[in-house]
């Protein structure tokens, strides 16, 4: 059914606590935790709780927890002092766009410039 945890999802599994990652924000319906790779200073993943496998998906079926993760990712930006200067969020969408896990997630990029366009 749509939206419910996936046996092969990565991050369903951090969801569920099966895989360990370092948490910086929780709320009913999404969760945001530090990028293993991070591609700057700051580099965070929100991403909902249920599983979709891209934003529009999640949108189309749960568009309040497209809100939700947005206004996560303000809360992060403030947190992590880099709405000042600037950030960048970003939902890579299908492998040609870099979209590696196919469980929505919202990066979110700064603490260092960012050029635009990106590549
Ligand atoms: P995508 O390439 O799909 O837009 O983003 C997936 C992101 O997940 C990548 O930036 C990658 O570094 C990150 N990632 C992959 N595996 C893990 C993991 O096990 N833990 C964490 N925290 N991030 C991961
Ligand atoms: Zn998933």
Same mark, same amino acid.
């Given at each position: 059914?749509?939206?419910e945890?996936q046996?092969?999802?990565l991050?369903c599994?951090i969801?569920?606590?099966h895989?360990?990652?370092d948490?910086?924000?929780?709320?009913?319906?999404?969760?945001?935790?530090?990028?293993i790779?991070?591609?700057?200073p700051?580099h965070?993943l929100?991403?909902p709780?249920?599983?979709?496998?891209? $934003?529009?998906?999640?949108?189309a079926?749960?568009p *309040?927890v497209v809100a939700?993760?947005l #206004?996560? /990712? !303000?809360?992060? $930006?403030a947190d992590?002092k880099i709405?000042?200067? *600037?950030?960048?969020?970003?939902?890579? #969408?299908? /492998? !040609?766009a870099?979209?590696?896990v196919?469980h929505?997630?919202?990066h979110?990029?700064?603490?260092?410039?960012?050029?635009?366009p990106?590549?």
């Amino acid at each position: 059914m749509a939206g419910e945890p996936q046996a092969d999802c990565l991050f369903c599994k951090i969801v569920e606590g099966h895989v360990p990652a370092d948490v910086v924000r929780e709320s009913e319906t999404t969760i945001a935790f530090r990028d293993i790779n991070p591609q700057a200073p700051t580099h965070v993943l929100v991403i909902p709780k249920a599983h979709y496998p891209d $934003a529009a998906s999640l949108a189309a079926a749960e568009p *309040g927890v497209v809100a939700d993760i947005l #206004t996560e /990712a !303000g809360r992060i $930006a403030a947190d992590e002092k880099i709405d000042d200067h *600037g950030y960048r969020v970003i939902f890579n #969408t299908g /492998a !040609g766009a870099g979209q590696t896990v196919f469980h929505a997630h919202l990066h979110v990029l700064g603490g260092r410039g960012l050029q635009w366009p990106p590549g």
